[in-house]
């Protein structure tokens, strides 16, 4: 079997509704060449992944990009070469992300877990059904505003850190108050708004229901464009609200707990979905907890207040504890800044610094293991060409 994809996309391309574009078409050319076939991945399971490519959807095996490094395992929303003539068929290569969203896999280790990659809208969903935990959808914002280039894994395995990685590409955050249904009055509802916007500077807060149909139109036109992921806690009306998107019951739901509010895990799997009004839609399982990963930029901007407040300290190293012409103190004594909010800026800033210390480890231990394997390889054959072993 053999292909021809021109290495220039048009908006007929077949793969056009997923996202592709002449960017993408000029990075695959190489790959073309090799007969290789384009493809993005919409479904993983268990080592293999449902890849829709211009001729259709196939099932391709994974076990040809498996790496060491967790961060590079194929990931629903990545653009991959496939072979066209394998038997089963394989993913031959990732192709460089350009966004994604990574948090820490536990708080007792230095891994990443990408959870979706290669998009445009990062969306935070937050039901309104239960007391807002204002510090979780901190913890959110920061993972979600770190999710640029700077965050996601290039295809040879390269990874830009922090400030220094490029931001040619960006995702951008939106929050959904959903089951804003459930609010009693408008003037309770527009105080929740306010509450959400102003620890979320910048970032667009919309109420939305699937039960009335309040703001899915604006929420449509947003996702209209681009791929987006949803997140958030389980029960809060993710798979619902891609539901009601998607115009057909496609996602499996279930009621959420009438003790506490809180959902069931329905989705399973990540799930990349065409959106009938363009654009395509990532639904996530329910996320437990959210770990930092390499999101110091996402911390100072969501904070942006707090690191404003601190260049007018008199110390540059000022703790903001108990120092005299601290700014950040006088923020707090004076209301204009809340001590819940600092104590939040500070426990992110700590668990960010404590998972990028323990990455800085493993990789220190990885690349010294890298080095002697090496250095034996190297001793083994100069002992060859002297006609002896080790």
């Avoid at 399971?45 to 060491?68: E, I, S, W």
């Avoid at 929420?219 to 681009?226: H, L, N, S, T």
């Amino acid at each position: 079997m053999s292909f021809s994809i021109s290495p220039f996309s048009t908006p007929s391309h077949p793969l056009a509704p997923y996202g592709w574009d002449d960017g993408w078409a000029e990075t695959f050319a190489p790959h073309a060449e090799q007969g290789l076939l384009p493809g993005r991945v919409v479904r993983v399971d268990r080592g293999q992944c449902d890849v829709v490519t211009p001729y259709g959807t196939l099932r391709a095996d994974t076990a040809f990009v498996v790496p060491r490094d967790p961060m590079r395992i194929v990931c629903t929303g990545d653009w991959v070469a496939v072979d066209p003539d394998g038997d089963p068929q394989f993913v031959r290569t990732l192709l460089p992300r350009r966004t994604a969203f990574v948090r820490s896999t536990s708080s007792q280790r230095s891994e990443g877990q990408v959870l979706a990659t290669n998009i445009d809208h990062i969306v935070i969903c937050v039901s309104l059904a239960v007391e807002l935990d204002l510090g979780r959808l901190e913890r959110f914002l920061a993972l979600a505003l770190s999710s640029t280039a700077g965050a996601a894994l290039l295809g040879d395995g390269a990874r830009p850190v922090g400030r220094q990685a490029p931001r040619a590409y960006e995702a951008q955050p939106l929050v959904l108050l959903t089951k804003a249904d459930l609010v009693p009055d408008a003037i309770t509802l527009s105080h929740l708004v306010e509450d959400v916007e102003r620890i979320a500077p910048g970032v667009q807060v919309l109420p939305v229901s699937s039960a009335t149909g309040e703001g899915v139109d604006v929420f449509g036109a947003i996702v209209g464009g681009g791929t987006s992921v949803l997140l958030g806690t389980s029960g809060a009306g993710k798979s619902t609200l891609a539901n009601t998107l998607l115009g057909e019951d496609v996602m499996h739901v279930q009621g959420a707990r009438e003790v506490d509010g809180k959902g069931r895990h329905t989705t399973t799997t990540r799930n990349l979905l065409l959106l009938p009004g363009g654009g395509a839609l990532i639904d996530t399982p329910g996320l437990r907890g959210v770990g930092l990963w390499d999101a110091e930029t996402g911390v100072g901007e969501v904070f942006s207040e707090v690191e404003e407040l601190a260049r007018q300290c008199r110390f540059h190293d000022c703790a903001h504890e108990s120092e005299p012409g601290c700014a950040v103190l006088g923020a707090i004594e004076d209301g204009s800044l809340s001590a819940r909010r600092l104590d939040s800026y500070r426990k992110l800033l700590r668990e960010n610094r404590r998972i990028a210390a323990k990455t800085d480890a493993r990789l220190r231990t990885e690349t010294l293991r890298e080095w002697k394997r090496r250095g034996a390889e190297g001793r083994a054959a100069m002992a060859m060409k002297r006609g002896r072993t080790l």
